[in-house]
């Protein structure tokens, strides 16, 4: 039980770096990252859209690998 919470608490720190690396990316590519057909708006977009998946809300993820450090219990996230 204990590695499972860790792997939820590591899969959102995961998601953020993610995130963070194509942020800096898209900025470095200049204005042409922003046409359709460049491969970092593309990276850009999907890594967006996969942070709001429901399975990587940070909130919800971290209350819960909290509340297992404080109580032993897992929760009830997925």
Do not use: C
């Amino acid at each position: 039980m204990t590695m499972r919470q860790r792997t939820k608490r590591d899969h959102i720190a995961a998601v953020g770096l993610a995130v963070s690396a194509a942020d800096k990316a898209y900025q470095v590519g200049g204005p042409r990252s922003i046409a359709l057909s460049s491969a970092l708006q593309s990276v850009w977009r999907d890594v967006h859209a996969g942070q709001h998946h429901a399975i990587n809300l940070p909130d919800i993820v971290n209350f819960e690998y909290g509340r297992y450090l404080l109580t032993g219990e897992p929760g009830n996230l997925y």
